[in-house]
């Protein structure tokens, strides 16, 4: 059974945001990745991770992971 509760929601996406926070705010190096920005656009998004990671991977490989983002499988996000 989901939980549908707007305010436990909303209390849930606040503390995710700061753990994100605190974890950003401890790493030396890191590339950011919003889930948003993965669904909307992958190809820049998994280009971005590519990059970062120094990875040299194939037109098959990139293709692959592009097409293994489901946009429609997104989820509920309420704005805070």
């Known amino acids: ?3 549908t509760d707007p305010q436990k929601i909303e209390d849930h996406q606040r ?3 700061k753990g994100k926070q ?3 705010d401890k790493a030396n190096s890191c590339v950011t990745i919003e889930y948003a ?6 190809k820049k998004e998994i280009e ?4 970062f990671l120094s990875l ?3 037109s098959k490989q990139m293709d692959k ?12 996000k309420l704005d805070v």
């Open 48 to 51: 971005k991770m590519v990059n």
């Open 56 to 58: 040299k991977p194939s």
């Open 37 to 42: 920005d993965l669904l909307s656009d992958p």
């Open 15 to 17: 503390w995710l945001e």
């Open 22 to 24: 605190e974890i950003l």
């Open 65 to 76: 992971a592009i097409n293994y983002i489901k946009p429609n499988m997104r989820h509920v």
């Open 1 to 3: 059974e989901k939980n």
